[in-house]
C-alpha cells in the first residue's frame, strides 16, 4: 500500500529537468516507474491520501487511511477540457507559484494517476467543468474515504521540504525579485516549466547574462542548519552547466565555502564544470544589494585571493538546505524519535541505519 498526500506519485525528482552525474532526463527515469507502480497487480495507491491512525506493532499493524475527495471519479480520462473552460485560477504549487494553474488540475501533464482533482477550498462552484465533461467524472458529492489495511512493516519514506531562504534577510529572497532559489530556477530551465526552459528574470523577462549561484544558505551555520544535505554543490554544477549549454556566452560565477563532491562519477562532473568556463570564488557572501536598475550586488570575501570584493548579476540563485518534511502527527502516531537536525532517528548509524526504535 503507497500512501502519497498530493494527486500524484512523483515528488520532487518530477519537479527536476535533468540529474547528475550523467544529466539523463529526470521524467525519462520516473515516469516509466510511476506507471508500473500504478499497473502492479500487488501495489495499491492511494494519492491524495495520509495516514489518519495507526495501531498494532510489529508485524501487525493496523493502518487508517484518508482517501481524500477529489470530486472527479475514476473514469477521467485525463483530456483537461474541465481545466480549460475553469474560470478560476491559483498559484501552482508543483512551479512554486512561479505560474498559475486551475481550480481543477493535474499537478504535471505525466502525473500518474492522470485523474484531475477539483481543488475544494478555491472552486466557487460555477460547474463549467462537469457541464463539457463529456465522462460526466465530476462527482461534487464525492467525501472522503477511510480505509483500513492490515500491514507487518512500515516504510516511512516522507521526502524532504527545503528551507526558507527569506529566513537569512541578507540575501533579499522575497524582497528582490531576480534572487530566486535553487527549485525555483529547476521549473525555469525545465521545457515543461512556466517559461518553457527559456531563462529569464522574474523582474522583466530579460535572458540575465550574469548569473550567480550562492552555495550552504541555511546549512552549515550555527545560525540556522549545521549539517550539509550533500547534494547542494552538485545541483548547481548542474544548473551551471545546463546554463552553459543552453547560452554559452552567459557568466556564471558559484560562490562556494567548500565543493562536497563525493559520489561515483562526482568529482569528474566538477571539473568538467570548470573547464567551462564557469568562475568559482571561495567565500560565502555577506549580504546582496538591489541596484536601480533591478541588478544584484554580492559582497564577499574571496578566501583564496584574500581580499574583499564587490560583484554585480543579473541574476542570484540561493541554494537552500534540506529540511525534514512536516510529519509530527505520523511521529506521534509511530512513537518516533529525533535526531538533533530533526530528521527521524536510526535505530543505529552502522548496525541499523533503516530501523527504527
Not at 516507474?33 to 495507491?45: G, L, Q, R, Y
Not at 527569506?166 to 529547476?186: C, D, P, T
Not at 536510526?346 to 541505519?353: G, N
Request: glycine content about 6%; proline content about 5%; aromatic content about 10%.
Amino acid at each position: 500500500y503507497l500512501v502519497e498526500k498530493t494527486p500524484s506519485l512523483g515528488g520532487h525528482m518530477a519537479q527536476l529537468d535533468k540529474t547528475f552525474p550523467t544529466m539523463d532526463c529526470s521524467i525519462c527515469i520516473l515516469g516509466p516507474k510511476m506507471v508500473d507502480t500504478s499497473k502492479h497487480e500487488n501495489i495499491h495507491v492511494f494519492t491524495y491520501s495520509e495516514i489518519e491512525d495507526i495501531q498494532g506493532y510489529v508485524g501487525n499493524f493496523k493502518v487508517k487511511i484518508r482517501k481524500k475527495a477529489k470530486f472527479v471519479t475514476d473514469d477521467c480520462t485525463g483530456c483537461g477540457v474541465c481545466a480549460k473552460f475553469c474560470p478560476v485560477e491559483f498559484p501552482n504549487e508543483f512551479d512554486l507559484g512561479l505560474a498559475n494553474r486551475k481550480a481543477i488540475y493535474v499537478p504535471f501533464p505525466q502525473a500518474v494517476p492522470l485523474i484531475y482533482t477539483i481543488d475544494a477550498e478555491n472552486c466557487i462552484g460555477c460547474g463549467l467543468c462537469e457541464a463539457v465533461c463529456e465522462p460526466k467524472s465530476i462527482d461534487f458529492f464525492q467525501k472522503d474515504e477511510i480505509v483500513e489495511v492490515d500491514v507487518g512493516t512500515i516504510i516511512i519514506a516522507t521526502g524532504y521540504d527545503i528551507y526558507d531562504v527569506s529566513r537569512i534577510e541578507e540575501y533579499g529572497y522575497g524582497r528582490y525579485k531576480n534572487v530566486i532559489n535553487s527549485l525555483e530556477f529547476e521549473r525555469l530551465i525545465n521545457a515543461s516549466g512556466p517559461t518553457e526552459g527559456k531563462i529569464t528574470r522574474l523582474s522583466d523577462g530579460k535572458e540575465p547574462k550574469r548569473i550567480a549561484f550562492i552555495q550552504c544558505v541555511g546549512s552549515r551555520s550555527e545560525k540556522d542548519n549545521p549539517y550539509c544535505p550533500g547534494v547542494c554543490c552538485m545541483y548547481s554544477l548542474k544548473h551551471a552547466q545546463q546554463i552553459k549549454e543552453k547560452n554559452p556566452d552567459t557568466e556564471v560565477s558559484v560562490f562556494y565555502m567548500d565543493i562536497r563532491a563525493v559520489g561515483k562519477g562526482y568529482e569528474e562532473f566538477y571539473w568538467r564544470a570548470k573547464d567551462s568556463d564557469i568562475k568559482f570564488v571561495r567565500g560565502r557572501p555577506s549580504r546582496i544589494v538591489e541596484c536601480a536598475n533591478q541588478n544584484l550586488r554580492i559582497f564577499v570575501e574571496d578566501t583564496l585571493a584574500g581580499r574583499s570584493e564587490e560583484m554585480e548579476f543579473d541574476m542570484v540563485i540561493l541554494a537552500p538546505t534540506m529540511i525534514p518534511s512536516n510529519i509530527e502527527k505520523l511521529r506521534k502516531m509511530l512513537n518516533l524519535s529525533r535526531s538533533q537536525d530533526g530528521f527521524l532517528m536510526e535505530a543505529h548509524p552502522k548496525l541499523r541505519p533503516v530501523d527504527t526504535l
